[in-house]
């Protein structure tokens, strides 16, 4: 079945610093989606790409679509406290309809 | 907020008992996604309904049942509840059937003894 694989894992960062993360997929997705979840709180949407080479920003977050479809990533510049939480991509296959999850990128940031 | 409503927040049951979760999509949407997280693991899909119809199916168990309501609510039936069931359920909704720009609810916390 169809595999999001995405890193880092985990980032421990200090306050002002830039952040990438990224996702890469086994197979090709329609869209690209990225979500933040706090502790014990529903993912909220944070960026959706839908075309091949899309780069969306979204205040100090950016992401982009890679022209392959198989991959996207998400860079975060000039990181505060708040930005503490997970970060999950999601890939959408329109042939199945699911959205399939990354395993997670779990930010802390060093005030 | 998202719009997406979930009840209960939290809900603690034995082993062996059945739970019933609830969920209202944002307002227009017409796919309701159930969700399964579980400690220090990503989300699960377990199903999706649109317009009433049962959509799509991920890893969901025998033992777990889903509807959609002609108002759009969806309900989450748990059965015969395991340890192992103990997790973080979410319900997310879209507007379409494509599952693009799903929108989450809050979760249900199940804790099961």
């Known amino acids: 079945g169809q595999q999001l694989n995405q890193s880092p894992q985990s980032m421990f960062i200090q306050e002002g610093e830039d952040v990438s993360m990224n996702c890469t997929s086994s197979?090709?997705?329609?869209?690209w989606l990225w979500y933040k979840q706090d502790p014990g709180e529903g993912p909220v949407l944070l960026i959706a790409?839908?075309?091949?080479?899309e780069l969306t920003s979204n205040g100090r977050l950016t992401a982009q679509f890679g022209i392959t479809r198989k991959d996207s990533f998400l860079n975060i510049s000039a990181s505060i406290p708040s930005d503490v939480g997970i970060y999950f991509c999601?890939?959408?296959?329109?042939?199945?309809?699911?959205?399939?999850f990354g395993q997670g990128t779990t930010l802390q940031v060093k005030p | 907020d998202s719009g997406v409503t979930q009840t209960p927040k939290h809900l603690i049951t034995a082993t062996g008992q059945r739970v019933t979760l609830r969920c209202s999509p944002r307002?227009?949407?017409?796919?309701v996604y159930w969700y399964q997280q579980s400690l220090d693991q990503g989300l699960q899909f377990l199903i999706q309904?649109?317009?009433?119809?049962?959509?799509a199916k991920g890893n969901i168990l025998e033992r777990f049942s889903a509807q959609q309501f002609p108002d759009l609510h969806s309900e989450l039936n748990l059965s015969s509840l395991e340890l192992g069931d103990s997790a973080l359920y979410f319900c997310?909704?879209?507007?379409?059937?494509?599952?693009?720009?799903?929108?989450f609810g809050p979760g249900t916390r199940l804790t099961v003894t």
């Open positions: 309904y649109y317009n009433g119809e049962e959509r």
């Open positions: 197979s090709i997705f329609n869209t």
């Open positions: 997310a909704s879209s507007v379409g059937v494509a599952g693009d720009e799903q929108y």
């Open positions: 307002s227009g949407d017409l796919s």
């Open positions: 999601a890939g959408n296959d329109y042939n199945t309809g699911k959205l399939i």
């Open positions: 790409l839908y075309k091949a080479g």
